[in-house]
């Protein structure tokens, strides 16, 4: 068997698998009569519909892609991780450190995932940004944020 | 005459100096963000959303739209300027417009792309006007069977217009409409997909797909590649009026331009790039020197961005009229409506009068702004232009989380975010376009409620859709638009006009 699409082939197993995953989650739910259907007779359906899709993207790897094997590439570990991670520590600390201290450290640790990454460029980001947010949202807006630590 | 009577209700509206004030935010911030790179209107929207709660919701909505057509300015001007088109809808006036600013008519070029997008607007916020009422009278008719139907269609077209892998998409607007299952049942209050999360049993807020998607996805996607280093050909622009030969090549070009505008935005999915692209062929066609196209044809800026503002005017019309979104921003649009406690559908026409007519009127309030202000701001556009991307992205991520976590107060949608960005940056690895999940996002409940309301209303029998005229022939006109697409020689056309917008 030859992988013409390796983008495809990786987007079609992975339909299939969330297709079936709605489809089986949704038997737990009541169907309904085809009067008065259920809660679980939509995502039942929407499920099995996407798994077909699946199947047919997956089929279409198999049989045509482009002439290199369409690869995914490597994954950019450092964004994905520094973006990824800047957002969990935020939702983490702002409750515990107050906006103050975890919003600064959450632009630094964003710019960390940039290529042209230089401590100066980050600091400075995070300053001009905190302030800037804080006037804006803080103090112009008034949102519900704790801008300090927690006791 | 009702139609001078509503503008009239309109302008006392959008004339007021607090909406005029929102109307001037939004067209600038549009602009703005249609200038920098890696900034696109759905995630600007999705990252002001949550601070509007307190405003107005005309103002909220006036400023939205303000954003998007702003944006389509914006991105015209580094079509021509820097050949980077903002927006989809800009990739044709780079043909022609760059090619001008080579040529040293890079002022002409911007006005002509100003003044014929400005004729456009005022013919396009005169249709909406004329094409509401009416359109809003018949929506009156429709009952749960034609919704369904019109739902179907509204989707098919918008998967049928993206971009890439049909499946590909078709399998994004079904994974959208997964997504809205996860909720409280409405009609039994059975909590679904909810994994006795509490916060899962009201459902994802659609700001948090949409900004994990679209705002922290794309930051990682675009971090991914290698830095972007704009160049600007033209330093300085002069020479911006028009010659009176110029005006004659470009008026009948932005007349007709702005007519197939008109008709194009109306559809679903990508209304006005659609138009944006035909209106180019057109005038190739009518042109008596077609070589020209490609060099640096006037008419080949005029008419594309007449018909591509045309478009982004009278898309407004099946989300107002009928309350259903036929593109991600009007999805979008939708979701700022209920968020505010307004029910979009046709009643909106009659019970907030003034929120409705002063939305449209607001349009054009907007582009007359975007004319006067931008001609003379175009040298602090250029500047912006080259602004960093590595001092960009650390400033949307801010935005986004400080909104992401004011939407609720709640970290719960932080970590949904998160886990969005992983998902958007997946999407973009694996070549799905993410515009139609957030149409069936947003469709899927409604669509959910008036199915089983037509099948109870029917007694389990399916054929209610097509034995009802209307809803019949919407579901005809979404089964032959499916066909056809996956006709040999169509859908070999459809990538050639895709392949030519990468």
């Given at each position: 068997?030859?992988?013409?699409?390796?983008?495809?082939f990786?987007?079609?197993?992975?339909?299939?698998?969330?297709?079936?995953?709605?489809?089986?989650g949704?038997?737990?739910?009541?169907?309904?009569?085809?009067?008065?259907?259920?809660?679980?007779?939509?995502?039942?359906?929407?499920?099995?519909?996407?798994?077909?899709?699946?199947?047919?993207?997956?089929?279409?790897?198999?049989?045509?892609?482009?002439?290199?094997?369409?690869?995914?590439?490597?994954?950019?570990?450092?964004?994905?991780?520094?973006?990824?991670?800047?957002?969990?520590?935020?939702?983490?600390?702002?409750?515990?450190?107050?906006?103050?201290?975890?919003?600064?450290?959450?632009?630094?640790?964003?710019?960390?995932?940039?290529?042209?990454?230089?401590?100066?460029?980050?600091?400075?980001?995070?300053?001009?940004?905190?302030?800037?947010?804080?006037?804006?949202?803080?103090?112009?807006?008034?949102?519900?944020?704790?801008?300090?630590?927690?006791? | 005459?009702?139609?001078?009577?509503?503008?009239?209700?309109?302008?006392?509206?959008?004339?007021s100096?607090?909406?005029?004030?929102?109307?001037?935010?939004?067209?600038?911030?549009?602009?703005?963000?249609?200038?920098?790179p890696?900034?696109?209107?759905?995630?600007?929207?999705?990252?002001?959303?949550?601070?509007?709660?307190?405003?107005?919701?005309?103002?909220?909505?006036?400023?939205?739209a303000?954003?998007?057509?702003?944006?389509?300015?914006?991105?015209?001007?580094?079509?021509?300027?820097?050949?980077?088109?903002?927006?989809a809808?800009?990739?044709?006036?780079?043909?022609?417009?760059?090619?001008?600013?080579?040529?040293?008519?890079?002022?002409?070029?911007?006005?002509?792309a100003?003044?014929?997008?400005?004729?456009?607007?005022?013919?396009?916020?005169?249709?909406?006007?004329?094409?509401?009422?009416?359109?809003?009278?018949l929506?009156?008719?429709f009952?749960?069977?034609?919704?369904?139907?019109?739902?179907?269609?509204?989707?098919?077209?918008?998967?049928?217009?993206?971009?890439?892998?049909?499946?590909?998409?078709?399998?994004?607007?079904?994974?959208?409409?997964?997504?809205?299952?996860?909720?409280?049942?409405?009609?039994?209050?059975?909590?679904?997909?909810?994994?006795?999360?509490?916060?899962?049993?009201?459902?994802?807020?659609?700001?948090v797909?949409?900004?994990?998607?679209?705002?922290?996805?794309?930051?990682?996607?675009?971090?991914?590649?290698p830095?972007?280093?704009?160049?600007?050909?033209?330093?300085?622009?002069?020479?911006?009026?028009?010659?009176?030969?110029?005006?004659?090549?470009?008026?009948?070009?932005?007349?007709?331009?702005?007519i197939?505008?008109?008709?194009?935005?109306?559809?679903?999915?990508a209304?006005?790039?659609?138009?944006?692209?035909?209106?180019?062929?057109?005038?190739?066609?009518?042109?008596k020197?077609?070589?020209?196209?490609?060099?640096?044809?006037?008419?080949?800026?005029?008419?594309?961005?007449?018909?591509?503002n045309?478009?982004?005017?009278?898309?407004?019309?099946?989300?107002?009229?009928?309350?259903?979104?036929?593109?991600?921003?009007?999805?979008?649009?939708?979701?700022?409506m209920?968020?505010?406690?307004?029910?979009?559908?046709?009643?909106?026409?009659?019970?907030?009068?003034?929120?409705?007519?002063?939305?449209?009127?607001?349009?054009?309030?907007?582009?007359?702004?975007?004319?006067?202000?931008?001609?003379?701001?175009?040298?602090?556009?250029?500047?912006?232009?080259?602004?960093?991307?590595?001092?960009?992205?650390?400033?949307?991520?801010?935005?986004?989380?400080?909104?992401?976590?004011?939407?609720?107060?709640?970290?719960?949608?932080?970590?949904?975010?998160?886990?969005?960005?992983?998902?958007?940056?997946?999407?973009?690895?694996?070549?799905?376009?993410?515009?139609?999940?957030?149409?069936g996002?947003?469709?899927?409940?409604?669509?959910?409620?008036?199915?089983?309301?037509?099948?109870?209303?029917?007694?389990?029998?399916?054929?209610?859709?097509?034995?009802?005229?209307?809803?019949?022939?919407?579901?005809?006109?979404?089964?032959?638009?499916?066909?056809?697409?996956?006709?040999?020689?169509?859908?070999?056309?459809?990538?050639?006009?895709?392949?030519?917008?990468?």
């Open positions: 068997m030859n992988i013409k699409s390796q983008k495809d990786v987007s079609g197993i992975a339909l299939i698998v969330v297709g079936g995953a709605f489809a089986i949704a038997t737990s739910y009541s169907f309904g009569t085809a009067v008065r259907p259920g809660p679980g007779y939509f995502p039942f359906g929407l499920g099995i519909i996407l798994a077909i899709l699946g199947l047919i993207v997956l089929f279409g790897s198999l049989t045509q892609g482009k002439k290199n094997g369409d690869p995914i590439g490597a994954i950019p570990w450092r964004p994905l991780i520094c973006v990824v991670g800047a957002i969990v520590f935020f939702g983490f600390f702002l409750p515990k450190l107050g906006f103050l201290i975890s919003f600064p450290l959450m632009i630094i640790l964003t710019s960390a995932g940039g290529n042209e990454f230089t401590w100066k460029d980050a600091i400075l980001n995070a300053v001009i940004l905190t302030v800037l947010s804080y006037l804006i949202f803080i103090y112009g807006l008034q949102l519900t944020i704790p801008v300090w630590p927690a006791r | 005459m009702d139609l001078i009577n509503n503008l009239y209700i309109g302008f006392q509206t959008s004339l100096l607090i909406n005029l004030w929102y109307a001037f935010l939004g067209a600038m911030l549009g602009t703005l963000i249609g200038v920098l890696g900034l696109g209107p759905i995630a600007t929207i999705a990252m002001l959303l949550p601070s509007m709660y307190s405003l107005e919701p005309t103002s909220a909505l006036i400023m939205l303000g954003i998007y057509y702003g944006a389509q300015y914006g991105g015209s001007t580094t079509a021509i300027l820097i050949n980077v088109p903002g927006e809808s800009s990739v044709v006036t780079a043909l022609d417009g760059y090619q001008m600013a080579r040529r040293g008519r890079a002022g002409k070029a911007l006005a002509t100003a003044l014929s997008s400005f004729f456009a607007g005022t013919i396009g916020t005169l249709v909406v006007a004329a094409f509401a009422p009416p359109l809003t009278a929506a009156f008719e009952g749960a069977p034609e919704y369904c139907a019109l739902m179907f269609l509204g989707l098919v077209g918008a998967v049928v217009l993206a971009s890439g892998s049909l499946a590909k998409a078709l399998a994004m607007v079904i994974l959208g409409l997964l997504l809205g299952q996860i909720n409280t049942d409405v009609i039994t209050a059975v909590p679904r997909f909810s994994f006795g999360i509490a916060e899962l049993m009201d459902g994802i807020n659609f700001v797909i949409a900004m994990g998607v679209f705002s922290f996805g794309e930051i990682i996607a675009n971090l991914g590649k830095a972007e280093h704009r160049e600007i050909f033209v330093k300085k622009v002069t020479g911006l009026m028009p010659t009176k030969d110029d005006l004659k090549e470009a008026t009948p070009a932005t007349i007709r331009g702005t197939l505008g008109c008709l194009l935005g109306v559809l679903p999915g209304g006005p790039m659609l138009a944006s692209f035909s209106s180019y062929s057109l005038e190739k066609k009518c042109s020197t077609p070589d020209e196209f490609g060099k640096g044809a006037i008419q080949g800026v005029a008419a594309p961005e007449a018909a591509n045309a478009g982004a005017q009278t898309s407004f019309i099946p989300m107002l009229t009928l309350g259903i979104p036929t593109s991600a921003v009007m999805a979008l649009m939708i979701g700022a209920t968020l505010m406690g307004i029910q979009p559908g046709p009643q909106v026409m009659t019970s907030n009068p003034g929120l409705f007519w002063g939305l449209i009127t607001s349009m054009w309030v907007g582009n007359v702004m975007l004319v006067i202000l931008n001609l003379p701001l175009i040298g602090i556009w250029v500047k912006l232009l080259t602004v960093p991307y590595r001092f960009l992205f650390p400033a949307i991520m801010a935005f986004c989380a400080i909104g992401v976590y004011t939407l609720s107060n709640n970290t719960f949608d932080v970590y949904c975010a998160a886990a969005f960005a992983v998902v958007g940056y997946l999407f973009h690895k694996l070549g799905f376009e993410p515009a139609p999940l957030i149409l996002f947003i469709l899927g409940p409604m669509m959910e409620e008036n199915l089983r309301r037509a099948l109870l209303m029917a007694r389990g029998d399916w054929s209610v859709f097509v034995t009802r005229p209307i809803a019949a022939t919407m579901i005809a006109v979404a089964v032959v638009l499916m066909v056809v697409i996956t006709l040999p020689a169509i859908s070999k056309k459809r990538e050639e006009v895709f392949v030519e917008e990468e």
